[in-house]
């Protein structure tokens, strides 16, 4: 049906394109000399009316034929000399026939040999209960639409906490927000739910750690001191506002206190490097620190200070109080322009420290709020220029190609080729083994992409949604449930 449809659209866009040059050519004018002739003769009718009337004699009348005779002897001798501009009107006519023929044959023609090529006609269509059971964000969308249903009716901090890991697993990092911030309504006082409000906030707002994600995260660390997610957007905002040597003294503080094989060590000392080359001093020379009351009240005011400076004299600012929830209440206009203000800034750092490779990946994340994928794909190029073996670099860039595919797309051909760099970097990278398993199972391969889903099945946690999914394609294969 899909492709009658496609042939029906293309005749007709075919027939719009060919029906001027149709008519013109019915409505085209005869040549000269054959109007002429059709004068002269018309001319020989009215002579012999006249005749009839009396109003020529004989002698008259063949005077008169002789002259119309003679012109038209003058029109066809004419038509052998015409000049160099009207011999060309026949060629005009080879031309307008070429572009009939290309128009009608080698437009469509061409059309299929490049999507052929370049296309996936033998794709199998995704419909709505394989993209169900199959695609990990449709599933946790889904769920997640599922679980905000039942919470309206059963309203739970758990619930919402739940939910608020899904949306921010989607990338939708405004509902993921909004659910943290529910779940704290209903009692999720906790360390690790003021953690993930705070970064859902910060996600929102482009990288920029606004007013209300410095409060979550102040909170947070009132309850858990040692709280690393916490500590390190803090630093971030010391940062953002242009406190490069606090920034870097609460970032060494966090790398002192972190595992050697902690996954965010590697991006942590990017940033203190990038920074304190940014602020022109040694990082050794910066004593370690935890961020301390009187330093996150002067970055909360001062991150206040430039918001009302960006979105204008007399604007109120994001800021959470403990029962309201002003990010979600400020004007998506003065929101709009305040994210932008940030994310330029961002990009003006970015062109005085370009060896910042957190720099870059932080600014494709940024792009990315903003839908530029354009802008995304640009700022993660720089990112692989510097580190073209970097796993979370290579991730980034792989959501960046899988967020550009075509719709039912699941495994575009670059998207693919960077989770197979992914895997010889870490051949237990589930997200690359779930992936690069569906496309082998297309070529063809069916036990290697099981053998991918098998060793991914093990490394995924069994509470995430890409284990559903992963469930799914081995069941498929096998016709009966596997275990845990």
């Known amino acids: 049906m899909l492709w009658f ?92 026939i070429a572009a009939i023929v290309a128009i009608a044959l ?26 169900l059971n199959n695609d990990p964000d449709f599933v946790v969308a889904s769920t997640a639409e599922s679980l905000a249903a039942l919470l309206q009716n059963s309203p739970s901090a758990a619930g919402y906490k739940r939910l608020a890991e899904m ?7 405004t509902e993921s927000a909004a659910a943290d911030r529910r779940a704290i309504e209903l009692g999720a006082n906790d360390a690790v739910t003021w953690s993930e409000l705070g970064e859902a906030v910060v996600m929102t707002s482009g990288g920029a750690v606004m007013p209300e994600a410095m409060t979550a995260f102040t909170n947070s660390l009132a309850i858990e001191p040692k709280g690393e997610r916490s500590r390190f957007y803090i630093g971030l905002a010391e940062a953002q506002i242009g406190n490069l040597k606090q920034a870097v003294a609460i970032w060494r503080d966090l790398e002192r206190d972190s595992a050697p094989d902690a996954p965010w060590l590697t991006m942590l ?60 209440a400020t004007g998506g206009d003065d929101k709009n322009t305040m994210i932008r203000a940030m994310v330029d800034r961002l990009a003006a750092r970015m062109e005085t420290t370009p060896n910042d ?20 794909r640009a700022a ?26 075509a719709p039912g797309d699941d495994t575009p051909a670059d998207f693919i080729a960077t989770m197979r760099k992914v895997l010889k970097l870490n051949p237990s990278n589930v997200r690359a083994l779930y992936y690069v398993g569906i496309a082998e199972q297309k070529s063809g391969h069916a036990e290697q992409a099981r053998a991918m889903w098998t060793k991914a099945l093990a490394a995924v946690a069994p509470d995430d949604p890409l284990a559903v999914s992963i469930h799914n394609r081995l069941n498929a294969g096998s016709g009966k449930p596997i275990a845990n």
Not at 15 to 40: C, F, G, S, T
Not at 285 to 299: C, K, M, R, Y
């Open 5 to 96: 449809i496609f042939a029906i659209l293309t005749i007709a866009i075919i027939a719009i394109l060919l029906l001027p040059l149709l008519k013109r050519a019915q409505e085209e004018q005869a040549q000269r000399v054959d109007y002429d002739i059709v004068v002269y003769r018309n001319q020989l009718a009215e002579i012999d009316q006249e005749i009839e009337l009396g109003l020529l004699t004989e002698a008259q009348a063949d005077a008169a034929r002789a002259e119309v005779h003679r012109r038209m002897l003058a029109a066809e001798d004419a038509e052998l000399n015409m000049p160099y501009m009207q011999r060309l009107q026949g060629r005009y006519q080879y031309a307008r």
């Open 106 to 131: 080698v437009l469509p023609l061409g059309a299929a040999i490049m999507y052929g090529v370049l296309g996936s006609p033998h794709q199998p269509g995704k419909p709505y209960a394989w993209r």
């Open 167 to 173: 949306y921010f697993t989607t990338r939708n990092y």
């Open 269 to 328: 000392r990017e940033h203190i490097a990038a920074f304190a080359k940014s602020g022109g001093f040694d990082p050794a020379s910066i004593p370690p620190a935890p961020p301390s009351a009187s330093t996150l009240n002067v970055a909360n005011n001062a991150m206040t200070k430039a918001l009302h400076q960006t979105m204008g004299k007399g604007a109120t600012p994001p800021a959470l109080a403990a029962d309201a929830t002003p990010l979600v």
């Open 357 to 376: 490779v957190a720099g870059w990946v932080q600014l494709a994340h940024s792009y990315n709020v903003l839908g530029e994928n354009a802008k995304v």
């Open 380 to 405: 993660i190029d720089h990112a692989v220029r510097l580190k073209p073996n970097d796993e979370s670099v290579l991730l980034v860039v792989g959501e960046t190609q899988k967020g550009a595919a």
